[in-house]
Structures are given as structure tokens and as C-alpha cells.
């Protein structure tokens, strides 16, 4: 496929989707707006807000509503239910028509001030371009931690590079978001499904705010599920692992026979009932840990051979900006 890149002279004729997944986020959105609205206002190109309604419960949709009577340029995706974050930016990468996407969270703990230095870094041909977490001032220690620990983790474990330190926030060109669209399937990790694209990527660090209102979607075992859900779609080496620790013990096992020549101790030996135990609930608690392994990836399995949609829209409204182009 011949690659066209955006040429400096038509910055007016492009569109810029700024892609927004919200789930119960009233709180932020009135700054949200007024700081995007800031920041594009001043940049010679054409802009759409897309607001993908992740099933929130409280006041978001009808502020988003009310807001488009002051910001022609918002779009909004409801969907039926709460997916989750992963299908809600599946869906918006549908119904975005940007020629380049710019993915962030509502709370704006991806600064919007960043958006200029993004758009002028796929100007210069970059078809993705990165934001990488200098800090996390915004999260505590734990959070830190434990994201420090996961990204290297499946950077490690994982079959392709997934880079460290970076969240969602980024700008994907429209043959980036064009080929996470082609991607079937149901699992989706979308910073792995990010990284298997690859494509020419401009890395840019970033200080990652607090969030400006509202709390926190994630907990840790939301985030867990994340993590396993992402090392388990990209990755088949925790099979191995489980595969090489069976035949460790068996050589181990077979081994400490004939080193401890059984059958020739004696009855009258005091057994060691702490150790029994302890070498029981070891070995019992490995085996459940490697059929668990299993069955996350049966689990997989089961979940894509169901084939159900990634999210139901129960509602689309479009923008009033004349401007706007309809869906490609
Ligand atoms: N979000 C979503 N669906 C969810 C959870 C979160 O669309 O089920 C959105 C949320 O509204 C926000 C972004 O995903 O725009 C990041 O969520 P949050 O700030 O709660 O996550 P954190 O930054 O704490 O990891
Ligand atoms: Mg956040």
C-alpha cells in the first residue's frame, strides 16, 4: 500500500478526531471541553470531539447534549451498557473519520497541551505518534509500582515489543486506525493490538497530570484482569513456562529416587507431617496455578468462537459543524 502523508499546504482540509472513551465523568467534562477547545482552536486544522459513551450512569450524555449547542464539532457514541474502556476505543476507531486520531482520557490526566507537538510530529511523517510517561505524579506509589512492574513484565513476556511507560494516549494516521479496524478479534488489549500494527512511531515523553475531577474507573483487580488478559492475547509463554516447570519437577522427582534410595527407610522413622504438608499444598497449588494458566487461554478460545459483537450503540449523534465529512 502507497503511503500519503499529509502535506503542509491542505492543513485545512484535514480532520483531526480527537477520540475520547467516557464512563460516569461529569465531573470533568465542562473543563475537558473548554481546554480542547483551547488547544484545536488555535491549530490550522479542522477537528471532531468523539465522545464514545461507555454506559455511563450518571449526567455525562445529556451534558455532552447540552454542550454541542457551544461545540458544533462533538459527536457522540452511546453504547447500551458499560464495555469497558478497550471496546469503547474499539468503537470509536469505527466511527472516527479523522485522517489522523489523537486517543485520550476525559480526565485529563493526558494533557491536551500536548496535541500540537502530536499533530506536528505526523506532519513529519510519523504514522503513530507515542506518548511516553516521564512521571506519574497523578497516581500513588502503589499504582506507580505496580504499572512499573507490568509493563516490563509484558514487554518481557510478550511475543512482540510492547513499549514500556506508554498508556493509550496517542495519535494513530488513518492507516493505523485503519488496520486495528481489520482486527477481529474479541480480546482486545489495545496496547498490544496497538504495538502488532507497528508502523513508523515518534516516541514523545510526557508528565502525566493528576486527574482533574471525578475518581478513578480501575481498581487493582480491574487491573489485573488487564494485565492478564494482555500477557494471555499476546503471548503463549506462560503454556511454556507451565510445560518446562512439569518436566523440572519430574527430572527432580526421578532424581531424589535414586539419590534417596527409597524403599530401603525404615518404618520406625519419624514422619515430618509440617514438611508433608507444606510439599502438598506446593505442589497441589501448582498444578492449579498451571490448569488456571489453561484455562485462561481455553477461556480465549471460548470467548472468540462466540463471535458476539465487541459493544452494541444504542445511540449515534452526529455533529452540527457543517464542516464535518460523513462516515467513509
Ligand atoms: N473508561 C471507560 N470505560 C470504563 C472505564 C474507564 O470508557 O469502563 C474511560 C474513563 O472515562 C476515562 C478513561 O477511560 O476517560 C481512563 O479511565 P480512568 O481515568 O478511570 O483510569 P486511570 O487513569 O485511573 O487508569
Ligand atoms: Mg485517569
Redesign the pocket.
Known amino acids: 500500500m502507497k503511503k500519503t502523508k499529509p502535506c503542509i499546504n491542505d492543513a485545512r482540509s484535514h480532520l483531526i478526531t480527537i477520540l475520547?472513551?467516557?464512563?460516569?465523568?461529569e465531573a470533568v467534562l465542562s473543563k475537558l471541553l473548554q481546554t480542547l477547545d483551547q488547544v484545536t482552536g488555535s491549530m490550522p486544522y479542522k477537528f471532531e470531539f468523539l465522545f464514545?459513551?461507555?454506559?455511563?450512569r450518571d449526567n455525562t450524555v445529556n451534558k455532552l447534549r447540552f454542550a454541542k449547542n457551544r461545540f458544533k464539532q462533538i459527536r457522540i457514541l452511546s453504547l447500551s451498557r458499560?464495555?469497558?474502556?478497550e471496546a469503547?476505543?474499539t468503537a470509536g476507531l469505527q466511527y472516527a473519520k479523522g485522517d489522523a486520531v489523537i486517543l485520550?482520557?476525559?480526565?485529563l490526566?493526558d494533557p491536551p497541551h500536548c496535541i500540537p507537538e502530536m499533530v506536528s510530529a505526523w506532519k513529519q511523517g510519523a504514522d503513530v505518534v507515542l506518548m511516553k510517561r516521564r512521571s506519574r505524579h497523578?497516581?500513588g506509589w502503589a499504582?506507580r509500582t505496580y504499572a512499573y512492574l507490568f509493563y516490563r513484565f509484558i514487554s518481557y513476556i510478550s511475543d512482540i515489543p510492547i513499549p514500556t511507560d506508554t498508556?493509550?494516549f496517542r495519535l494513530m494516521s488513518r492507516q493505523v486506525v485503519d488496520a486495528v479496524n481489520q482486527l477481529p478479534e474479541r480480546n482486545r488489549y489495545m496496547k498490544g493490538i496497538f504495538a502488532w500494527v507497528g508502523m513508523d512511531t515518534k516516541i514523545i515523553e510526557f508528565d502525566r497530570e493528576q486527574?482533574a475531577a471525578?475518581?478513578?474507573?480501575?481498581n487493582y483487580l480491574?487491573?489485573f484482569t488487564l494485565a492478564l488478559d494482555g500477557i494471555t492475547s499476546f503471548s503463549y509463554k506462560p503454556l511454556r513456562i507451565s510445560f518446562f516447570l512439569g518436566i523440572a519437577l519430574l527430572a527432580t522427582s526421578i532424581l531424589s529416587m535414586f539419590v534417596s534410595n527409597i524403599g530401603t527407610t525404615s518404618t520406625h522413622e519419624v514422619i515430618d507431617y509440617n514438611l508433608l504438608f507444606c510439599l502438598i499444598t506446593f505442589f497441589f497449588g501448582l498444578q492449579f496455578l498451571c490448569l488456571g494458566v489453561l484455562g485462561e487461554y481455553i477461556g480465549k478460545i471460548y470467548t472468540e468462537s462466540k463471535q458476539r459483537p465487541l459493544f452494541i450503540v444504542s445511540e449515534f449523534i452526529e455533529s452540527h459543524d457543517d464542516n464535518s465529512r460523513s462516515k467513509q
Open positions: 475520547i472513551p467516557v464512563f460516569n465523568e464514545v459513551d461507555d454506559g455511563s458499560n464495555f469497558g474502556k469503547a476505543v485520550i482520557d476525559a480526565d490526566q497523578g497516581d499504582k498508556g493509550d486527574r471525578g475518581i478513578t474507573k480501575w480491574k487491573l
